[in-house]
């Protein structure tokens, strides 16, 4: 009976992680889109004329079966930057949930989950929009404050679209770190997070066995 029983609790938290595996991973993939998303963006703006705008007013209505570019990734950037927020807190909640279950259940593993959960949260902290939120009246325009990885419509339009004058060698390093370089920093910080979590829960789950030769989670265990 008490067997019976130690078996149920096993079972029972295997399912939970299994639960949580999933939801960690549909939020890592619906991040990684939204960062692939956001460089679609900056190459479409940069290096084809879809998001141009006409300057002569017009009054006719846009012909059937024309898109009007501008206002779909207008729409597009919007919603990259909501759901960035929203799943990266669903993520972080997530990680929170599978660290309390293998603490209680006293599973291995669990600290590479952690190591995780820190990565997580500084993706989170990088992709934060915080353009749109530290601009005050004694800030002043949003260019003086440190942007998230994800960036503005306005910015887009500013930056990109718009004709700009010769940049030299700070101000092209600072253009393509911006715009480029940080999304990548992103999604490497995706992916360690996949797969310090990944390798945690499988040796929770016992789909990995603990070898002597496992670096990455002796490691971890050491620390």
């Known amino acids: 009976m008490q067997q019976d029983r130690m078996v149920s609790v096993a079972a029972d938290y295997a399912d939970a992680l299994l639960v949580a595996r999933r939801v960690k991973r549909t939020m890592l993939l619906l991040l990684a889109l939204i960062l692939v998303i956001q460089v679609a963006i900056f190459s479409v703006a940069r290096w084809m004329d879809l998001l141009q705008v006409n300057a002569a007013p017009t009054s006719q209505p846009a012909a ?3 898109a009007n570019w501008p206002d779909i990734f207008h729409y597009l950037s919007a919603a990259s930057m909501f759901g960035a927020v929203l799943f990266g807190i669903v993520l972080l909640a997530t990680l929170a ?9 006293r599973l291995i593993g669990v600290a590479l989950v952690v190591r995780a959960f820190v990565l997580a949260v500084l993706l989170l902290v990088l992709m934060f929009p915080w353009q749109t939120l530290l601009v005050t009246q004694s800030l002043g325009h949003s260019d003086f404050v440190p942007p998230g990885v994800l960036y503005t419509w306005r910015e887009i339009q500013e930056r990109v679209v718009a ?10 390093i600072l253009f393509w770190a911006r715009f480029l370089g940080m999304p990548i920093v992103a999604m490497v910080i995706l992916l360690l997070v996949q797969k310090r979590s990944g390798h945690g829960l499988k040796l929770a789950l016992g789909e990995e066995e603990i070898l002597p030769t496992s670096e990455d989670y002796a490691v971890a265990a050491g620390r």
């Open 163 to 172: 004709p700009q004058p010769e940049m030299n060698l700070n101000t092209a």
């Open 64 to 66: 059937l079966g024309v």
């Open 97 to 105: 949930l599978t660290i309390h279950i293998m603490l209680v259940g």
